[in-house]
């Protein structure tokens, strides 16, 4: 008798976004004449830079000539793209890497959900709360989370982020195997200075943890010393794997790439106390169970690190961090407390007057058309805020906040 | 301390492939004047059909006007290719399926990979001897396989296939909860006709197992009878899943888009004894681990359903397949055994005078400058056969037979 894997059943039916889905397509069937705006899922509403589009015509072209056709490719990614990740992300802040240490991937989302993989089902997990769900439910599918209890998953640990400690994990005090860190961070919008992230490091170091840090954001940073990269810091490159996408940089939510570094030097214990590279271990997953990225996605990734792409990268990040700004005076200006939007594309606002996440997503939702996300959705320390997404277009953040500064006074 | 899954360390560090490219590339070396033909790898050399690579260019202009632009898709794929998908592959075939029953990819290599998240690693497995390596690989990873002994893998009852048994596993006196099946099959070009596909499922529903199904190769049916789908079988929704991919048939190995076909009416048992959707599990998580397959990509797929698709599909079928003919009748003049190559891209030949797979590997390398590979690469009962693909260039299996031909004799 065939048998499921039962963590399944552990899950809640329902996720967040698809909670949400149903209760607008209930408000606008309900109201058809209202103008609802979405502010709530992270989806981007610019195009690809021109350069991706270009390389990606020309790929196309590629295939269809018995000279030029690619078959597969290798598992972890082209040189090409993998080169220009070296000297473009990582060199100019002082980061060598070597090209087996770059893995290119359809995105972020499939390599934070995979990467438990070659980990051992018995080491903790440390995730902040509120946390991008995906982390804690690849770690329920997979049984490492243990089982639900009042206090959340037995086998993962808490870090509460909240207005007290300026939505920044502590240090923890007791000993993590595994911590999920992802800065600038979604869903709070704050992100890590050097000595901030220098802390988990060390910590990871001292604990023999290791770090998965989430980058997925970083090309959203207007600061200096905030760390592009957790390579940045010393020793990182022994506790720690770093995801990284396409996906918010340059508009390739729909095309689906990103890259995750594992460096040569970093190791975990087998049972038997012997050192085990994880390089070798995620290589060896992915030759296995995955089969390459598209070459045109690849070209298209490719084609961001040209002159002309990188212009047109910072124009769409500008873009959108404008938004995140007239966002944020909007809130200002309205006295609610408002955070992020700084050095990301998410803005973390606290409810007025205490109210729920949910209700005050229903509220703005009824009274202002203006979809958010419910902080809770994120976590119980998400509770009491929501999450807007400086992702829209400019038009629609504009009637949003017209629509919410009417609706709050 | 974080501890790896010590599951990767049973496995073997050397795979088939890489081992073949190793001996291919040191024989290069010292032989630099000798033109070197591959029929070793299943990799194909005919470029994409028209059809998808103008829609593909349409698609990727797409993405460069903000009115077009795609974000983020559905993680289970786009209805536009679902549905050319049921209204093409199933429906000729009295087929019929719901579009939440099929589940896009970045191809069948992942899916098969990813499956047994679903299923509890406590179930048997069953695989035919010899078989596409992922699938026993990915059971090693995940613990399912058990150890290794003398006999193979210790929770995997092997289904031996030779020539007395027509290459064709037979069905197990003992009771196997979870089976692998490929037909057309990778690496020994066989096929069950409808009759041999339904014992299959009969003893599946008997035993309450679950059939996994890798259907990669079905563009390659040529015979009446030969059931493109396993869903041809009555009984088979409440008993199989279903893998397709694009690699083969329409050239996709380096695009990446493949299904996955979970009937609704798929269950399997909780360890409370209730039964579970498979269908919801799966959905569940590839939302949870996945972001959905490339838009560029799907709208390629979606042209191969095209008049004019269809038509540059049949050419490229019709040519790997002239290959394999041109390759059966050399062998056959020879006096050597061949079998496959009727209904399948794949040919499983006997060694002359019982010499193993990698000596008879060696040989070919080295006198006729031609790369097979080994049967035993994919299981003991490949012991004493090689494997050819009929994915080469036409002139390239030409003169791969000549060289052959005035070696053997």
């Given at each position: 008798m065939a048998t499921i894997n039962e963590n399944f059943l552990k899950l809640f039916n329902n996720y967040l976004f698809s909670e949400i889905a149903r209760k607008v397509k209930a408000f606008k069937e309900n109201h058809p004449d209202r103008?609802?705006?979405?502010?709530?899922?992270?989806?981007?509403?610019q195009p690809l830079p021109k350069a991706s589009v270009d390389a990606m015509a020309r790929a196309v072209k590629d295939m269809e000539n018995i000279t030029t056709f690619r078959g597969y490719g290798p598992e972890h990614g082209y040189d090409f793209l993998i080169n220009a990740i070296i000297k473009n992300d990582y060199l100019p802040h002082g980061i060598e890497l070597s090209p087996s240490e770059?893995?290119?991937?359809?995105?972020?989302?499939?390599?934070?959900?995979?990467?438990?993989?070659?980990?051992?089902?018995?080491?903790?997990?440390?995730?902040t709360d509120p946390v991008y769900p995906v982390y804690v439910d690849s770690n329920v599918i997979s049984g490492r989370a243990g089982n639900r209890t009042n206090a959340g998953w037995s086998n993962v640990i808490y870090m509460p982020c909240n207005a007290e400690n300026h939505f920044k994990p502590r240090i923890p005090q007791r000993h993590i195997d595994i911590i999920y860190l992802c800065f600038p961070n979604n869903p709070m919008g704050v992100v890590l200075n050097k000595e901030e992230l220098r802390e988990w490091v060390d910590y990871a170091l001292e604990n023999d943890s290791i770090i998965l840090y989430d980058a997925a954001y970083e090309a959203y940073i207007q600061e200096e010393d905030i760390p592009h990269s957790i390579y940045e810091i010393a020793g990182a490159k022994e506790c720690a794997i770093e995801?990284?996408?396409?996906?918010?940089?340059?508009?390739?939510?729909?095309?689906?790439?990103?890259?995750?570094?594992?460096?040569?030097?970093?190791?975990?214990?087998?049972?038997?106390?012997?050192?085990?590279?994880?390089?070798?271990?995620?290589?060896?997953?992915?030759?296995?169970?995955?089969?390459?990225?598209?070459?045109?996605?690849?070209?298209?990734?490719?084609?961001?690190?040209?002159?002309?792409?990188?212009?047109?990268?910072?124009?769409?990040?500008?873009?959108?961090?404008?938004?995140?700004?007239?966002?944020?005076?909007?809130?200002?200006?309205?006295?609610?407390?408002?955070y992020g939007g700084e050095n990301a594309p998410y803005l973390w606002i606290k409810t007025p007057d205490g109210i729920s996440s949910w209700n005050f997503f229903d509220q703005m939702l009824h009274e202002a058309n203006v979809v958010v996300t419910p902080g809770i959705g994120f976590g119980p320390s998400g509770e009491g805020y929501v999450r807007l997404t400086a992702f829209g277009h400019r038009e629609d953040c504009e009637e949003a906040m017209k629509r919410i500064k009417q609706w709050m006074n």
């Open positions: 103008n609802v705006i979405s502010l709530g899922i992270g989806d981007v509403t770059v893995f290119i991937s359809d995105g972020a989302k499939s390599d934070c959900g995979n990467i438990g993989d070659i980990l051992s089902i018995n080491n903790s997990v440390g995730v995801f990284r996408s396409f996906s918010k940089t340059a508009g390739f939510t729909g095309v689906r790439c990103g890259y995750t570094i594992v460096p040569e030097s970093l190791t975990a214990s087998a049972p038997d106390g012997r050192r085990v590279s994880l390089n070798q271990l995620w290589n060896r997953r992915q030759c296995t169970k995955f089969n390459g990225t598209s070459y045109i996605t690849q070209r298209g990734a490719e084609a961001i690190y040209t002159e002309q792409g990188k212009e047109q990268v910072r124009n769409t990040i500008n873009y959108y961090m404008t938004n995140a700004m007239l966002m944020r005076n909007g809130f200002e200006e309205l006295g609610v407390h408002v």
